[in-house]
């Protein structure tokens, strides 16, 4: 298995810009979640979804955020616009769900810079 | 200017020597629980876990103990290597609930 797949691994960009991060789950797995990691705030939950379903975005900044997922193998998290406290590392992670566990597989991540 | 950052619990050990790394977790409705280690420039990587109808569960060098009494989760790493440096994390969930709660976090460094 290929494991949980992000691109891009880098994104550089300037502020202001739209920035489109990419993820593509393992597949078999009902669940489908973006975090972004900081040395200021650690590990947060931006958004979770059921079977392609958003089932909790508390965790989103602001509207300047919004995530999708179109169809069981591939999400996009979207920025814009972008500001420079936006950089941080965000990370996709699956899990298979329907009862089987609850552990969740994270992808390599997305560091985002925006200067 | 720059922010300040986490201030990470760090643990040093001498390499072949055991670790163990804690997490005190605070909702006494978690059953589920989960060590991640996360290496320089890489996601979390899955690498125990442990439900709360036990409480102790071993993996290849790693052993995962849970006191539910205190709630208190525990990682011991056996005979560590330099590639155990990492950065632990624990994280614990309720039954039926998809959100994992992460800690902060624990950087373990390995001396030669």
Known sequence: DAGVIQS???EVTEM?????LRCKPISGHDYLFWYRQTMMR???LLIYFNNNVPIDDSGMPEDRFSAK???ASFSTLKIQPSEPRDSAVYFCASSPG??????QYFGPGTRLTVL | GESVGLHLPTLSVQEGDNSIINCAYSNSASDYFIWYKQESGKGPQFIIDIRSN???RQGQRVTVLLNKTVKH???QIAATQPGDS???FCAENTQGAQKLVFGQGTRLTINP
Not at chain 1, 16 to 20: A, L, N
């Open chain 1, 8 to 10: 891009p691994r880098h």
């Open chain 1, 16 to 20: 202001g810009q739209e920035v489109t």
């Open chain 1, 42 to 44: 650690g590990l947060e």
């Open chain 1, 69 to 71: 997922m179109p169809n």
């Open chain 1, 98 to 103: 329907q009862g089987r566990t609850d552990t």
């Open chain 2, 54 to 56: 036990m409480d102790k």
């Open chain 2, 73 to 75: 989760l525990s990682l």
């Open chain 2, 86 to 88: 990492a950065v632990y």
